[in-house]
């Protein structure tokens, strides 16, 4: 509106540029904005680039030969695949635990938000790095699994150690652990969700169970996954960790012990990085794809024919921003008549 | 109205209350609705309106007085002298025989107009998808937007969102719809489109309760008028009467601002 008032200043003094206006009334046509630091910038690094990569490819610390040589060892490749397991299997059972976490925190009955408070506060509270030793050291402290009712004679008893090997350990470790942190990510995502949308769902006569199923968890997806694929790539990254188990087949252990027999641990870090921005990547263009999922009804659907875009796209846009930038935007605005 | 005003009310209040804490919503509230009547219900801001309504459909518990919703205890059992809170279960089974419509449509963003109407019938009511379907399509083609069933409520306006909205609670076949402040969040240009399918609803015999401020609305098309303040029935009557002769110097200053 405020750009309109230098127009109408003129016309207040008498000119009469109304009579001109015919000739402002075609599309606009200006000189585009120039950044020149944008550009020397970008040069400037891209020529750093260019004499960073020309060093390095020459560098003999960085011993390419080696790198070609065990990128695609059959030891490497194998513990690739298990840290990407390690990573796959965690993640699963911690958003699943998550979901669950975060539900009984919210939930009205006050037992199951004390469980979860308390398994936050326990599973936050502690490194990653202490617990997966502890796990490690379950067959000590817990030498058999006794399943039946306690104090009597059990039904089934097994030997820990026979029913646990160490990549199961890992996996629980890394999932009990993430699972509290998702747990609040989910919690957050939850709390996004119009309160009206709750409402309406239990106004048509929806249990508490099925207004989080079917209306509260979908639309809360599209706040979670962004920080969930964070997780994600760090899970990746942590998998490292799990020689604290001691399970020593993941990419980065794995990795290191060739390097101490090579007695050259550039090369195989190298080794290690590239695989791991690999997987990285991939995990980032499947977080693109589920992030476009659950966009719908407020993301960039096309329009469909004959449908009117004129006032709409202005506020798709924002909306479509907020869904892949910040995503503090509240869902219920989009929801209202004052989305248009 | 006389032939139905004898048999048992669609809603019947006795004195109910309710408090948020130290704070005293509804004073005592007695009222009754027979079945096929349509009551306006208005009322400054801060009232107690919404939480009435809300009441009804027990998205809110009473505190005191009875309410009853087709001669059933609304949110209890009672047996003997002793109420008994309702299982959630059975809670969400009374609110299916109710309709709501909100100030704030409230329609289901990721669904599109046709998934909101069949979303209860399909997962409250168990109905096979095809019948679901065929009953959503046909309740939007009532409100007229037969073209808007594959829309998100993105992409409709608000006068198309509000009556998807109202589909959706028909969807259910309730004995009673609430409307709370349906048309306040609408440009005034699509106020009329809103109204018009309530007219026809009131028109098929449907028991309303409406929260409004469209005065022309509750002229014509409502049975009676509830004037509330401060949590108390103020005035009850015809809406002719009501508006152009209020007996209360309450129901006149609001009365004063409204029309
Ligand atoms: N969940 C709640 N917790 C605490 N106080 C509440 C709650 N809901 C409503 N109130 C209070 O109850 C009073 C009546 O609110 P209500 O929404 O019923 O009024 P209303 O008549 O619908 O007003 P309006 O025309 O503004 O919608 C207000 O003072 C409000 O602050
Ligand atoms: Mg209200």
Not at chain 2, 5 to 17: F, I, K
Not at chain 2, 30 to 54: D, H, I, N, Y
Not at chain 2, 129 to 150: F, N, S, Y
Request: with cysteine; net charge positive; hydrophobic share 45%.
């Amino acid at each position: 509106m405020t750009d309109s008032r230098p127009q109408a200043k003129p016309l207040a003094t008498g000119s009469s540029p109304s009579l001109e206006a015919p000739s402002h009334s075609g599309p606009i046509r200006a000189v585009k904005l120039k950044h020149p630091w944008r550009t020397v910038i970008a040069v400037a690094i891209i020529i750093f680039a260019v004499l960073f990569i020309i060093d390095a490819s020459q560098r003999t610390a960085y011993d390419w030969p080696s790198v070609g040589k065990y990128i695609f060892d059959r030891r490497v490749s194998e513990a690739a695949l298990n840290t990407l397991q390690l990573t796959i299997y965690s993640m699963v059972i911690a958003v699943t635990l998550g979901i669950i976490l975060a539900i009984m925190r919210l939930s009205p009955n006050p037992v199951f938000k004390s469980v979860a408070w308390f398994y936050l506060w326990v599973f936050r509270g502690t490194p990653v790095y202490v617990q997966l030793v502890f796990w490690g050291l379950l067959a000590i402290i817990y030498q058999s699994i006794d399943i039946g009712i306690p104090f009597m004679q059990p039904w089934v008893s097994f030997q820990t150690t026979a029913a646990l090997n160490t990549f199961t350990l890992a996996v629980i470790g890394l999932a009990l652990n993430e699972a509290a942190y998702m747990a609040e990510i989910v919690r957050a995502g939850l709390l996004a969700v119009d309160k009206g949308q709750e409402e309406a769902a239990t106004a048509l006569g929806m249990t508490w169970f099925q207004t989080m199923r079917r209306v509260v968890i979908p639309q809360s997806m599209r706040v979670i996954i962004p920080p969930t694929g964070n997780e994600v790539i760090s899970m990746l990254k942590t998998t490292s960790l799990v020689t604290a188990v001691p399970y020593s087949f993941d990419l980065y252990t794995r990795t290191r012990d060739i390097s101490a027999e090579t007695f050259n641990p550039i090369p195989m870090l190298l080794v290690a990085s590239i695989w791991y921005l690999l997987f990285t990547s991939i995990l980032m263009v499947g977080q693109y794809f589920l992030e476009k999922r659950f966009a719908r009804g407020v993301g960039d659907r096309k329009p469909e024919k004959g449908e009117r875009t004129g006032p709409f796209t202005g506020a798709l846009t924002t909306v479509r921003d907020a869904s892949t930038g910040s995503t503090a935007l509240p869902i219920a605005d989009k929801n209202g008549g004052d989305s248009r | 109205m006389n032939d139905v005003s004898h048999a048992m009310p669609m809603v019947l209040a006795e004195g109910v209350s309710k408090s948020f804490g130290s704070n005293e919503v509804l004073k005592g509230i007695s009222l009754s609705v027979a079945k096929g009547e349509v009551m306006c219900l208005v009322g400054p801001s801060g009232s107690g309106k919404s939480t009435f309504l809300r009441c009804i459909n027990h998205l809110e518990v009473v505190n005191g007085g009875r309410l009853f919703v087709d001669g059933e205890l609304v949110g209890y059992t009672q047996k003997g002298d002793t109420l008994f809170e309702l299982h959630p279960k059975q809670a969400a089974a009374q609110r299916r025989e109710i309709g709501m419509v909100f100030q704030k449509f409230n329609l289901f963003p990721h669904m599109t107009a046709l998934e909101n109407v069949i979303e209860a019938p399909l997962h409250v009511k168990k109905m096979p998808k095809a019948q679901a379907i065929a009953r959503g399509k046909e309740l939007l083609d009532r409100v007229g937007l037969t073209d808007r069933m594959g829309h998100y409520p993105a992409h409709l306006s608000g006068g198309q969102q509000q009556r998807v909205a109202i589909a959706r609670a028909l969807a259910m076949d309730p004995k009673l719809m609430l409307f709370d402040e349906p048309t306040s969040a609408l440009d005034p240009e699509l106020v009329g489109e809103v109204l018009d399918v309530m007219k026809g609803l009131a028109q098929s015999g449907m028991t309303m309760i409406v929260v409004t401020h469209e005065m022309g609305f509750a002229r014509e098309v409502a049975d009676s008028l509830v004037f509330m303040d401060g949590g108390v029935v103020v005035e009850t009557g015809i809406p002719r009467e009501i508006i152009s002769n209020p007996q209360h110097a309450r129901t006149q200053a609001f009365l004063s601002k409204v029309l």
